[in-house]
């Protein structure tokens, strides 16, 4: 059998896109998973009335992290219309990348980045629901370096945020890291997180910008920098593109503007790559990390406040004076306007996010874990061996495959 095993694929069965609306408008069902064993109880979830509407019209679903919980979220609408909410257990999760064009997410944890494949052909689902079942496939072993965003290169080759030694870093067949580029006010390469160097832009393919919490050159100097001082940096050039920032995090580009989370104001903002002014497009209630973006929607993550590094920053005083508490969660801002179109909110024991991410086309991900033993009898091969009989022929396939 050529399909995968254990997680019991089965084909889609089409429903129309105006009949899954016509379900969430009714409510639907509450969703396509099991329970959450008691363990993991300590979690609610709500969401906006809409939430199952977006993601059906804009045609995606949504993956987040949180480190603290150690948990990566898949987000998407059952083939019923119910909301699915599917978890995985990571240690300390943390940024992610993928692309339209990939079937791949990319996953930093606490010393490794993984690579999550889709195990699924078209057409088929798993457990009934899911559309896209992403399967453990490649561990990169860093140790704990404190690995941050996540982007991977035309030819493949991951680069990573390496905050712990305050530089942009790839791998290396024997060593847990290879330097590619630091600051230039980083006079040496130390395991000290100098200056928390932490979001990381691609551009065509290749890395462009990253920021960090200050131009600190000494051991965690950045914890004294954190109102204001942050930095966006052009890697092609060394230059600062501003400094005007406070504990910047998750710099995109989207549609050739440059945005970027100014985090220790609550704020979504626009940043013009020539001037460096900074235009602010939303306040979001909580300390933002995670960015991404699909047609006209920015996708935002908030995380509360409420840790030593956090504290007496504007957004302290901003959520104060607009009399609202902060949040952690999701929120999806309309470019054009600013608003907040749909949310997701958590309480319980998650009360941080670091990395969102978009996935297009995909209705409802699921994934699978090192904790749950569905991994050990999940099995897949290529649909065109199936019927192979001889090794002559693996080989061929293997030689079209290749071109």
């Given amino acids: ?32 998973d099991k329970p959450l064993p008691e363990e ?5 979830i709500t969401c906006s009335k809409g939430m199952v509407l977006w993601l059906l019209r804009n045609r995606c679903s949504l993956a987040f992290t949180s480190y603290r919980t150690g948990q990566l979220f898949l ?22 990348w993928t692309d339209a064009a990939s079937q791949s997410l990319y996953l930093a944890t606490h010393y490794q980045i993984w ?42 080759r991951i680069v990573f945020v390496n905050t712990a030694y305050s530089c942009l870093a790839v791998p290396d067949p024997v060593h847990s890291f290879r330097p590619l580029w630091k600051p230039p006010f980083i006079s040496e390469l130390t395991s000290d997180d100098r200056c928390h160097l932490n979001g990381l832009a691609m551009e065509a393919g290749h890395p462009r910008y990253v920021t960090a919490v200050s131009r600190s050159d000494v051991a965690r100097g950045w914890r004294d920098e954190r109102s204001e001082g942050g930095l966006i940096l052009d890697v092609t050039t060394n230059t600062v593109v501003t400094e005007s920032l406070s504990m910047p995090h998750s710099p995109r580009l989207h549609k ?23 235009e602010p497009i939303a306040f979001c209630p ?8 699909h047609n006209d929607h920015a996708i935002v993550g908030l995380s509360l406040p409420g840790t030593r590094s956090f504290a007496g920053l504007e957004l302290d005083r901003t959520l104060k004076k607009k009399r609202t508490d902060p949040w952690c969660g999701v ?17 319980g024991d998650a009360d941080e996010l670091f990395d969102v991410a978009v996935l297009p086309n995909v209705r409802c991900p699921m994934a699978l874990d090192f904790v749950s033993r569905d991994i050990e009898g999940t099995h897949s091969f290529p649909a065109e061996y199936a019927g192979m009989k001889t090794l002559a022929a693996a080989d061929a396939l293997a030689a079209s495959a290749a071109e």
């Fill in 1 to 32: 059998m050529s399909g995968p095993k254990n997680i019991k694929a089965s084909k889609v069965r089409p429903t129309s896109e105006r009949g899954l609306e016509k379900r969430a408008l009714q409510g639907g069902e509450q969703g396509g």
């Fill in 40 to 44: 993991r109880r300590k979690l609610g």
């Fill in 75 to 96: 987000v998407g609408v059952t083939p019923k219309g119910a909301l699915s909410f599917h978890q995985r257990d990571f240690k300390m999760a943390m940024g992610l």
């Fill in 115 to 156: 690579r999550l494949e889709n195990i699924l052909r078209p057409g088929e689902l798993a457990n009934e629901h899911h559309d896209r079942c992403y399967h453990p496939r490649q561990s990169l072993l860093t140790g704990d370096l404190q690995v941050h965003d996540v982007g991977v290169e035309k030819d493949g």
């Fill in 256 to 278: 050739g503007r440059l945005y970027v989370l100014d985090s220790g104001r609550g704020k979504l903002c626009h940043v013009d790559r020539t001037t460096g002014m900074i």
């Fill in 286 to 293: 909580g300390f933002l990390r995670g960015l991404a973006f």
């Fill in 331 to 347: 929120q999806i801002v309309d470019l054009k306007s600013g608003e907040v179109a749909e949310w997701i909110r958590l309480a």
